[in-house]
């Protein structure tokens, strides 16, 4: 069985650029949910995808983006890029239908915004 | 609103020794709970979960959790700590009728001395 994998692993961008992170699912995972974390605090959610639509959003604004693809694999874009965003993405993969739909972190992206 | 707070941000213990990390949650409905661990430059790794069944709750790692619903609180607990236990833990909860959303605390970074 394969776990939530990301690419790339570290990305380094300036202010105003555009960025997109990428996530593959877990085998057998309907579900993609998106984090950033920043240094030194706890994840802050993002938004989750399912069935290749936005399930939920945090409080994030419009120029984060995602997609989710037929596969269930998914992508995160974020677009006119500030110093803030720099932090560790993460995505997890979780399954509807699962009772308590335990959510399965990937290793993160880091990204670097200078 | 759900909310969670790690009490501590910091916390030293040494090898051998009682671990205790404190959580305590917000919520307007029994949650569901949760305990993460992230080593340095890694995703999240699950602990444990509460899930409305037993209220004592054990996980890997020899780590273990009690949810009190009196107290909000669902702190962890290990018996001995061991070096490798070394790193950060996040509480976290989310609704029971949500799909997704996992709501953080600041974590707690453990430092376990020899």
Not at chain 1, 44 to 61: A, S
Not at chain 2, 58 to 74: D, H, L, P, Q, Y
């Amino acid at each position: 069985e394969t776990g939530v994998t990301q690419s790339p692993t570290h990305l380094i961008k300036t202010r105003g650029q555009q960025v997109t992170l990428r996530c593959s699912s877990q085998s057998g995972h309907n579900t993609v949910s998106w984090y950033q974390q920043a240094l030194g605090q706890g994840p802050q959610f993002i938004f989750q995808y399912y069935r290749e639509e936005e399930n939920g959003r945090g409080n994030f604004p419009p120029r984060f983006s995602g997609l989710q693809f037929p596969n269930y694999s998914s992508e995160l874009n974020v677009n006119a890029l500030e110093l803030d965003d720099s932090a560790l993405y993460l995505c997890a993969s979780s399954s509807v239908g699962d009772t308590d739909n335990e959510q399965f972190f990937g290793p993160g992206t880091r990204l670097t915004v200078l | 609103a759900q909310s969670v707070t790690q009490l501590g941000s910091h916390v030293s213990v040494s090898e051998g020794a009682l671990v205790l990390l404190r959580c305590n949650y917000s919520s307007s409905v029994p949650p569901y709970l949760f305990w993460y661990v992230q080593y340095p430059n890694q995703g999240l790794q699950l602990l444990l979960k509460y899930t409305s069944a037993a209220t004592l709750v054990k996980g890997i790692n020899g780590f273990e959790a009690e949810f009190k619903k009196s107290e909000t609180s669902f702190h962890l607990t290990k018996p001995s700590a061991h070096m490798s236990d070394a790193a950060e833990y996040f509480c976290a909860v989310k609704k029971i009728s949500n799909t997704g959303k996992l709501i953080f605390g600041q974590g707690t970074t453990l430092q376990v001395k020899p």
